[in-house]
Structures are given as structure tokens and as C-alpha cells.
């Protein structure tokens, strides 16, 4: 095998190992994961939006997020906050 070969063939390094909490994770998958963790309730009370408090759905929640940059913001704040261990949430 040549060094291009070799080098092509190799696993990447940081990339394939990133530390980013939000690599891979899509904003339904960030969504279901909080509700999951904390529950539409829970959720309303910590990001005072109306899609977490009146009849909360991951649809609706999708839909208004995507419109929305500061309430989406505020989300995945919310999400790497919850996924960081031993610290208050």
C-alpha cells in the first residue's frame, strides 16, 4: 500500500471524536431527548415558549423552533446544559 493509500485508509482523528455535544444531533432528536429528560412541563417553566406549554408536540415545537433563532437557541442551550455530568441542570 502506498502513503496515500495508507493516509486515505486512515480513521480521522478529531472529527470522528468530537467533543461538541450537538455534533451528530438533529433538532428533533435534541427535542424528544429534553422532553424525555424533563417532560413538556418542565420544559415550559425552564424556556417559556408557547410550544413547550400549550398542547405541546414535537411537530409543533419543530415548526416554531426552525422559525425562531433566540427560542432555538435557548433549546440547545438547555440540551448541553443537560448533558453535562454532575452539574445542576
Not at 417532560?39 to 408557547?50: A, D, F, Q, T
Not at 400549550?54 to 440547545?76: G, H, I, M, N, Y
Request: one cysteine or more; a positive charge.
Amino acid at each position: 500500500m502506498t502513503e496515500k493509500q495508507n493516509k486515505a485508509a486512515a480513521p480521522k482523528g478529531p472529527a470522528s471524536t468530537s467533543k461538541d455535544p450537538m455534533h451528530g444531533m438533529t433538532l428533533e432528536m435534541i427535542i424528544i431527548q429534553l422532553e424525555q429528560q424533563f417532560g413538556w412541563e418542565e420544559m415550559g417553566r425552564r424556556i417559556k415558549i408557547k410550544c413547550f406549554t400549550d398542547d405541546p408536540s414535537v411537530s409543533s415545537s419543530l415548526k416554531f423552533l426552525r422559525r425562531t433563532p433566540w427560542a432555538r437557541q435557548k433549546v440547545e442551550a438547555l440540551y448541553i446544559r443537560s448533558q453535562r455530568p454532575n452539574k445542576k441542570v
